[in-house]
């Protein structure tokens, strides 16, 4: 039984340019949140999705976006890169219930220079 | 913001000892969750508690929750190296979705 699997593993950006991250959920999972880590901090959540539509967000600007499949698979698109969105990206799976605990993949790793 | 913080933010210990790290958090909970985190990597749910209990085990971890003291502990007994990691306590904030977490204990275990 396949986990969540993240892609790519590292990506290095210039600032103003934009970054497509992707994330396949664990087998039987159907909802898919994403969250930033910068060093040495928690992980910040950013916005879930379910049924194809961002169900809750944090605070992050409109740069941040994110898009689910029918597949449940998803994408977090950032755009006009700063330098300040350096971080790991963590996706994490889980059902459809609050509450329920979250299932991490292995995260991205994006450097903007 | 976070709901969560842990205490201490690193801790040293030999192989063979035991580990405890704290958690306070700020708001009443539904549960609370801890992770582990090797080298900057992805998160390994470690254990849930729900509000209701008041301590839980798994392996060689004992968490416990206070819901009074607004507060949650995790003991690694038996540390082994493979044990150095980073740990972070999450809490779901009301009926939201999305999980807070602290800022973790920096755990290192000396063989």
């Known amino acids: 039984d396949a986990g969540v699997t993240q892609s790519p593993t590292h990506l290095i950006k210039t600032r103003g340019q934009q970054v497509t991250l992707r994330c396949s959920p664990k087998s039987g999972h159907d909802t898919v949140s994403w969250y930033q880590q910068a060093l040495g901090q928690g992980p910040q959540f950013i916005f879930q999705y379910y049924e194809e539509e961002e169900r809750q967000r944090g605070n992050f600007p409109d740069r941040f976006s994110g898009h689910q499949f029918p597949n449940y698979s998803s994408e977090l698109n950032v755009n006009a890169l700063l330098l300040g969105d350096s971080a790991l990206y963590l996706c994490?799976?889980?059902?459809?219930?609050?509450?329920?605990?979250?299932?991490f993949g292995p995260g991205t790793r994006l450097t903007v220079l | 913001s976070q709901q969560g913080e842990e205490d201490p933010q690193a801790l040293s210990i030999q192989e063979g000892e035991n580990a405890t790290m704290n958690c306070s958090y700020k708001t009443s909970i539904n549960n609370l969750q801890w992770y582990r985190q090797n080298s900057g990597r992805g998160l390994v749910h470690l254990i849930l508690i729900r509000s209701n209990e008041r301590e839980k085990h798994s392996g060689r971890l004992r968490v416990t929750l206070d819901t009074s003291k607004k507060s949650s502990s995790l003991l690694i007994t038996a540390s082994r190296a493979a044990d150095t990691a980073s740990y972070f306590c999450a809490t779901p904030m009301d009926s939201s979705y999305k999980l807070i977490f602290g800022s973790g204990t920096r755990l290192l275990v000396r063989p």
């Open positions: 994490a799976s889980s059902s459809r219930f609050p509450y329920n605990e979250q299932f």
